[in-house]
């Protein structure tokens, strides 16, 4: 695929308004062809009304067109893999094969998401029948079914630069909802993003579509993040990133003069509890385990188990030598861009003027923007006395905690602000323990999980990737799974409608053959 660098806004290539980059290879520290561009607020304007105005046709698609886009979008994606991984792995310092399953799983994604389209569960269509004869007073007859909130922006994220970026979970919930989508691509691959947005607009023209269903959109610095939030005819925002960038643009949302919701997913630590029983059983095989996890994706992982606790007691050592042995052993490797590494080191450096001490460290970096691995361990004490102990550090560096007893252990899951997921490793005779942390996880997280690592997830219609502040800026939603449809939909009540003006999903007849609650009761009719 030909790379310009141009802007993708509808069906149209624009070129920059606003200076240009070239793409970084952060393994070599070398600037590569062609120069992307940049645009501004007239770029963000001229997408948003194009998204507007493909609004309500594409909103009033059928299940059957809307899903068959979305296919051709996921067809796309299998037929450029390898090219795309090739440019990804370039622009990012990732192995080629790692982002060919990365490209498989977007491509899956925008399947599983024509599946929830087809089925029309997301309508979440309700009857409530006329009752002419009821007293005191008729009932009209009332219908309701869930539609699109309007334009979305998206803000592309950088550590995973296929499935959570321009052709992510975000762009294809969206979508499935029915909203068009302006997609603000990471800087940190440009290419890789160009070649995702030819593959949407392509699909969009295939498809017969409006062609402001689908713009992407670059910029340099926050101006054009700002223009797309402020934008009056965007409706919705989504946003992977630092809780910094995140809550500046939640905050924005908010002072609109009409405030929309943003779908932030941001901070955490992902805890691991590994309880006494489970300890001494096979305290070494979790702590392998543990470290492994933590390294992958030179530890720049959303769902990276970050802080492992364990009472002080049999198997504890054994499992802290597997961990030291596993991050001694691991060779420094490239972080995704500067800014990331640059961030990492004062990560770093913060968790030693908190008091951590330095267990284990991997072996040294020969590239610029290489990330070196370390373990660190505190007991629970300076864990509670230490609320920096507590933030993330995004790389590939852990924390291990040695806890005198359970009581501190319990005292210190309260201590754990919102978290993207939770991890319990537990035997028979630990489920009182669990019983009485369990409650306390289940305020604190979207997601707990049981005798395995949280990282990496399913993608399923039960998976959760969410979790009270500061995880994400609200908790009712998930940015990962079928359920994330439901961050860009509202509901409408059709009062008194007569049948041939109601939409598909509410007829009398139910032509789609939806499930439906009917007085408050299920049934395919």
Not at 143 to 165: T, V
Not at 481 to 505: I, K, N
Request: net charge neutral; hydrophobic share 45%; proline share 6%.
């Amino acid at each position: 695929m030909n790379l310009t660098g141009n802007l993708l806004i509808g069906a149209q290539e624009v070129r920059a308004t606003a200076g240009a980059m070239r793409a970084l290879n952060p393994a070599t520290n070398l600037t590569f062809a062609p120069d992307f561009a940049f645009g501004g607020a007239d770029e963000v304007d001229r997408a948003a009304q194009l998204a507007d105005e493909a609004f309500d046709s594409y909103n009033a698609t059928s299940l059957a067109v809307r899903a068959a886009f979305l296919e051709r979008i996921a067809g796309g994606l299998d037929a450029h893999a390898r090219v795309l991984a090739q440019r990804a792995s370039l622009e990012t310092g990732l192995p080629a094969a790692q982002l060919e399953a990365e490209a498989a799983k977007s491509a899956t994604q925008f399947r599983q998401f024509a599946g929830v389209v087809r089925r029309g569960r997301f309508r979440q269509a309700t009857i409530d029948p006329a009752q002419p004869d009821r007293q005191p007073r008729p009932r009209m007859d009332h219908r309701m079914q869930k539609i699109g909130i309007g334009p979305i922006a998206i803000f592309g994220a950088s550590n995973f630069p296929i499935s959570y970026s321009v052709a992510g979970g975000d762009t294809a919930s969206a979508l499935a909802a029915g909203c068009p989508v302006i997609l603000k691509a990471h800087n940190a691959h440009p290419g890789t993003s160009e070649i995702m947005g030819r593959i949407i607009q392509q699909a969009v023209k295939d498809a017969g579509l409006h062609e402001g269903v689908f713009s992407m959109l670059r910029g340099d610095g926050n101006a054009i993040g700002e223009a797309l939030v402020d934008h009056p005819l965007v409706k919705g925002v989504t946003f992977t990133g630092s809780e910094a960038g995140g809550m500046a643009l939640y905050r924005r949302a908010q002072q609109r003069p009409d405030p929309i919701p943003v779908f932030t997913e941001m901070t955490s630590v992902n805890p691991t509890f590994v309880l006494p029983d489970a300890l001494a059983a096979r305290g070494a095989q979790i702590g392998d385990g543990f470290a492994e996890r933590m390294l992958v994706n030179v530890g720049q992982a959303c769902l990276k188990p970050a802080i492992l606790l364990a009472v002080d007691g049999a198997g504890y050592d054994a499992m802290r030598e597997a961990m030291i042995a596993r991050v001694h052993a691991m060779h420094a490797r490239t972080m995704l861009t500067p800014g990331i590494q640059q961030a990492y080191r004062k990560g770093l450096d913060r968790q030693h003027a908190a008091g951590a001490e330095t267990i284990a460290a991997g072996v040294a970096p020969t590239g610029t923007w290489d990330g070196q691995s370390y373990l660190f361990e505190v007991d629970g004490a300076r864990l509670r006395d230490e609320p920096a102990l507590l933030e993330e550090v995004f790389g590939p560096a852990a924390l291990l905690v040695r806890v005198k007893d359970t009581d501190e252990l319990v005292a210190i899951a309260r201590r754990f602000r919102g978290q993207l997921s939770a991890t319990l490793h537990l035997e028979q005779a630990d489920l009182s323990l669990a019983t009485r942390l369990l409650p306390i996880l289940e305020r604190r997280t979207g997601r707990i999980v049981v005798n395995a690592f949280a990282h990496p997830q399913e993608v399923s219609d039960a998976s959760i990737h969410g979790g009270p502040f500061p995880a994400t800026s609200d908790s009712r939603f998930t940015s990962v799974g079928m359920t994330a449809v439901e961050r860009f939909l509202r509901p409408v009540c059709y009062q008194g409608f007569p049948d041939a003006l109601l939409p598909e999903a509410l007829r009398h007849d139910n032509p789609l053959g939806l499930w439906r609650l009917t007085d408050g009761e299920p049934a395919q009719s």
